[in-house]
Structure formats: structure tokens, C-alpha cells
């Protein structure tokens, strides 16, 4: 396991002008789960966790954009991040919690729905930063969105598969199956195939459902889609999004047009990816986190949801399948 910083990693500090005193942060009740928001003084100096639930370049730009928010929303405060990897393990994920929670990090920021889980059930005193959080109410971290009534808060990327569905079916009118790779521990992507589901009722198209446990079992499970679905539609899986690499290969080697629910589409093989922009909500939690060092209660802090979608397209991929898509999504395609 090893220690990452700001920047690719290439340095611990992001420092900013101003003193070097660092003041003591106050303790927070276990009920609300951060410090009083009216009454701490503005730190001279922060180190925040940073917990990663898998390895992949778009988990990576979000964390990015997430340090580079906070350290401007801080002002002239000095600002450490120390991140940890799990690498798709949960029993990783479960030591970095407790290590995290045993440390004397001033708050934490983590990405993928088991990590934030795992870790808000470790710490309850200090502000977490959920990013790009898919449902954090039903995974039971948060009241509301608008009061998440807690320590934790952050920005979600939660997309109704409904919409992306109608995207497919009106490029792919043909298609009889749509399959799906995703890891059903995840809370998160439980809830999204569950409506994945509820959005095929009503049409003749069947999902076909292959699962993993892990990232290394990406390929595997991609391959089994094979002969079995006219179209692939991945969700919101960090451990998937971890190995889309080996999706890409697998769909490729067959021709079936695979779309993701936002993320990087520039693998080989995979065609298209319809969702938000990730780094933004990488940006926005920042933004949020940077309110809640200052002063603000995260229990009142509301989670940032996404803009507007975008439509990517992957044009190697677009040329080898010989997709044409119709004018209705032409105008809405970025290349």
C-alpha cells in the first residue's frame, strides 16, 4: 500500500501563503459528526485521507480535481493529502478505514460506494468527503441529499439508467439484449442495475447480467457476455471502470458496442460513455469539502449532483464497429 500526493502524486504539500502555526482541530460529537461549524477557528494547516477503492486513471482525475478544489476553497492554508489504493480489495479497504480512522487526518475523502461505507462506519468524528457517490441514502450514509444529517457529504453521479437506455435503443434499434458487468456487493450498483431493470420493462429487450467480486475478474465476466447481448451498458462500478481495459478486449473481439454510464471511453473497444463529467464532481465535492474545513457542518452541507450528460464517442471504435448514429444524438456527440 502505498502513500500518493497531489499533483500524480509528485508532492505531499499543496502550500499556500500564510502562517505556519497549526491550531488544534476541536472535537466533534459522535452525532453530528464534525466539528462546531460556529465556534472553530480557521486552521493555519489540513492533512486529509484520501481512500481509492480501485486503481484507474478516471478515479485518478477525480481525486485530482478534488485536492486542486480544497486547496484553493482553503485560502492561505497549507494542505496535505495522504492517499491510500485499495486495489479492488475489500479487506484493504477495511484496513485503511481503521487505519484512517486511528489517524490524525482533519477529514477524508474517498471514492467508490463499499470504500465510503467502510469507512464512515470507522469514523463518525471528522468530516468525510464521499466523491462521486452514487446513492448515499441508500447506502445508509446520509439522511437526505439536501441534510445529510451526519459527518458525511460529498457529490454523487447517480444517472437513471432510463435515460441511457433510450440513447441505446434509439442507435441500436435491433438490439434484443443489453448486458451489464458490475460487482453486486456494491450498494450502489445494486441500486442502478435495479433500475436498469425497471427500464427495460415494457420492451422486448432482456438484461443479461454478469458479475465480479474483484477487478481481475473483469475480463472473465466480460467474456461470458459474449454470443449473449447485442449491446453492453456498464454502470457506475469503480472495480469495472478499474478493468475496462480487459471489457474493451473482450467486446471488441466480438463487435458488440459497449457504452459506459459516463467516464473515459478511450479504450479499445469500448464505443461510447454517457453520463457527467467526472473531474466536476471530483470539483465539487472539493468545493464542499473546502466549505466544511472553514467552518460549515457537513450534516447541513448538501451533496452535488451532476450537470448536464455528455455523449462521448471513442471514433477508433466508432470507425472498426461502423456505427452510425442518428442525427438526434449526432448533435449531442463529443469526439
Avoid at 461549524?37 to 485530482?64: C, M
Avoid at 485499495?86 to 463499499?114: C, E, K, W
Wanted: hydrophobic content about 45%; overall charge negative.
Amino acid at each position: 500500500m502505498t502513500t500518493h500526493q497531489i499533483g500524480r502524486r509528485s508532492r505531499l504539500l499543496l502550500m499556500a501563503a500564510g502562517a505556519t502555526l497549526t491550531l488544534g482541530l476541536a472535537a466533534c460529537s459522535a452525532n453530528s459528526g464534525a466539528a462546531d461549524s460556529e465556534s472553530e477557528a480557521t486552521k493555519d494547516s489540513y492533512s486529509i485521507g484520501v481512500l481509492s477503492l480501485a486503481q484507474a486513471s478516471l478515479l485518478d482525475d477525480i481525486i485530482e480535481a478534488f485536492e486542486a478544489a480544497v486547496v484553493e476553497g482553503v485560502g492561505d492554508a497549507e494542505v496535505s493529502f495522504d492517499v491510500q489504493n485499495a486495489n479492488g480489495d475489500q479487506s484493504l479497504v477495511n484496513s485503511i478505514s481503521r487505519d484512517f480512522a486511528g489517524s490524525d487526518h482533519d477529514a477524508f475523502a474517498v471514492i467508490g460506494t463499499p470504500a465510503v461505507i467502510a469507512l464512515a462506519q470507522q469514523i463518525t468524528d471528522r468530516p468525510v468527503f464521499a466523491l462521486a457517490m452514487g446513492d448515499p441514502v441508500g447506502a445508509g450514509v446520509a439522511e437526505s441529499l439536501e441534510e445529510p444529517g451526519g459527518n458525511v457529504t460529498g457529490s454523487i453521479d447517480y444517472v437513471d439508467p432510463a435515460s441511457l437506455v433510450d440513447d441505446i435503443l434509439e442507435i441500436h434499434p435491433d438490439a434484443a439484449s443489453i448486458g451489464t458487468v458490475y460487482d453486486p456487493s456494491n450498494q450502489n450498483l445494486q441500486v442502478w442495475v435495479a433500475d436498469l431493470k425497471k427500464a427495460l420493462e415494457g420492451t422486448d429487450v432482456e438484461l443479461v447480467e454478469s458479475t465480479v467480486a474483484s477487478t481481475a475478474e473483469v475480463a472473465q465476466a466480460s467474456r461470458s457476455l459474449v454470443g449473449r447481448s447485442d449491446v453492453v451498458l456498464v454502470g457506475p462500478d469503480a472495480n469495472v471502470i478499474a478493468g475496462l481495459d480487459a471489457l474493451g478486449a473482450a467486446m471488441a473481439g466480438d463487435g458488440i458496442p459497449t457504452y459506459l454510464a459516463g467516464g473515459d471511453p478511450m479504450f479499445p473497444g469500448i464505443l461510447a460513455s454517457i453520463g457527467p463529467d467526472y473531474p466536476s464532481l471530483g470539483t465539487s465535492a472539493g468545493e464542499n469539502a473546502a466549505l466544511v474545513l472553514l467552518g460549515q457542518d457537513p450534516a447541513v452541507t448538501p451533496f452535488t449532483t451532476p450537470d448536464a450528460l455528455e455523449f462521448v464517442v471513442n471514433p477508433e471504435t466508432e470507425e472498426a464497429l461502423g456505427i452510425e448514429f442518428p442525427a438526434s444524438i449526432e448533435e449531442r456527440i463529443v469526439r
